[in-house]
């Protein structure tokens, strides 16, 4: 029986950059997945004759540079396409444009874009701090080493070097809600929204919600990485996948799709290996997964082997999204009104106000349906004209908010939230259902089947404040260490978290070389 120095579960960008890293530093590893392709979340699929579209995440902007050098991405195929502004369409026809640091349109004052400009400076200033942290593992505050003690020296010492009131603000901003830091700085509800939109994509949350200034500047990481705007993947998002995977295969890794992960073996004290749906039992010095922490610990390992109060805070961990995806495969380019042909390859979002935000918020809290829906809407095919036949189009649109779970459950229930989307979408967009060759909607549930991702959440676990950095996902299983001998996690529910960045990945493949386990 050939024995592997570890078995990465999960061909995801994070699984694929760790088992990279591991192989580029002499090691043999197999990477496991029961999809029959590489990418997970970073996927393209066919939704009609000839339309592409990216199934799952449809924006890149927290990739981190040094990994697509370090694994040579762009001579796998890796393009990114360029980055975009910012439309917040406004049911009038007059959008604001947000366009890095400047601010345009929609009766937009002289005040807001001095005070926007101010912010986004004390926003990236706090992103840079952050990712210092985010490209190491996050320090350990009881029994911490020399390397967390330094860390956290370096963490502090950046802190106090933004100024005292930077570092004064820091420390209030950062526990508290986007609503309440929108309404100090802005008097533009639409530019408040827009903002308060980027705080909560991905989350189960609203903009009053405790911590969504948190996860702001975690998303503000990305330009801190030097990323302007969001940008789309040539070939659709799976092209990433698709890089990853030959990287990975380059470096030496052996990859196994279409073959699933069924259970994590332990004997004794330690992991061992993995059993596969095959029946075939692989044995390994250390398993990797990038599966979320549920998955791993709950599924695929079990709770029978590890201990109970471990398996309390499994439970505990906070997984369900309230994001749902529409694709539609278009006969032309829809025409949104107030929007010069060109700007349609731009990002559009709808968000009326804060306050509409947390309306949508409030009925997924008791299991029902919204009426008001907030918008995150990619047409990829005008940059990128690979992805529909000629002259016509495919949109994607991130939908907020979509409950996991309806009190009817979700048969025959589709339907009427795909209509619901579409009248809102003909507001700002007349004419569009006229255009629509094919449609889907998806659901949370849709994702958890599709993508094995818990609660139908692609960043798995929902990213606040007692649920990050050195607390990510819970304690006892932080610093990419399972709570059982030789299990590791280097997935988006390990530090820094969710979105398509590869840091956890990274990182997870660093601290296993670091602790000489394969050895």
Known sequence: MTKYDT???????????????????????????????????????VIANGFHISDCAQWVHQLDGAIVKDLSLEMHGLRLGKSKRTLALQANGDHLTIDGDSLSGAGINASDKKAYKEFKSQ??????????????????????DRGDKMTLLSLGLGLKMMGRKNMQDM??????????????????????????????TGTNMGPRSPNTVFTYIHRMVGEALGNRGVAQVMGGMGSLGGALLSSAKTHGVEVRLGEAVTRIIKTD?????????????????AVVSSADPTTTYRDLLGYRN????????????????????????????PSFTGVSPKDHSQRLIIAPSMDAMETGLNPIKYKELTSQHVFDISIPSIEDPTLAPAGQHVLTALVHYVPYELKTGWDGVRDQLLESLLVQ????APGIRTLIVASEILVPEDFEVSHGVTGGNWHHGELSIDQALMMRPF?????????????????????????????????????????????
Do not use: W
């Open 425 to 428: 979408l003909e507001v700002y």
């Open 123 to 144: 926003m990236r200033a706090f992103a840079k701090l952050m990712l210092k942290l985010y490209r190491t593992r996050a320090p350990k505050l009881v029994e911490s």
């Open 306 to 333: 590890i201990e109970a109060g471990q398996a309390r805070r499994v439970e505990q961990y906070r997984t369900r999204s309230g994001t749902g995806k529409l694709h539609l495969a278009l006969s032309g380019l």
């Open 7 to 45: 078995i990465v579960i999960g061909a995801g960008h994070n699984g694929l950059i760790t088992s990279s890293y591991l192989a580029k530093a002499g090691k043999k590893v197999l990477v496991v997945d029961g999809r029959t392709h590489a990418g997970g979340c970073a996927s393209t699929k």
């Open 269 to 285: 004290d330690r992991v061992t290996g993995v059993e596969l749906s095959s029946g075939d039992v692989l044995e390994a010095t």
């Open 171 to 200: 420390m209030r901003l950062v526990l508290i809600n986007i609503y309440d830091v929108m309404n100090e700085h802005f008097d533009h509800d639409g530019l408040k929204a827009a903002v308060a939109l980027d705080a909560i």
């Open 475 to 519: 304690p006892g299983s932080t610093q990419y260490t399972g709570s059982v001998e030789g299990l590791y996690l280097c997935g988006a529910g390990s530090h820094p978290g969710g979105s398509l960045m590869g840091l956890a990945g990274k990182n997870a493949a660093e601290e296993i070389l670091k602790q000489g386990v394969l050895s």
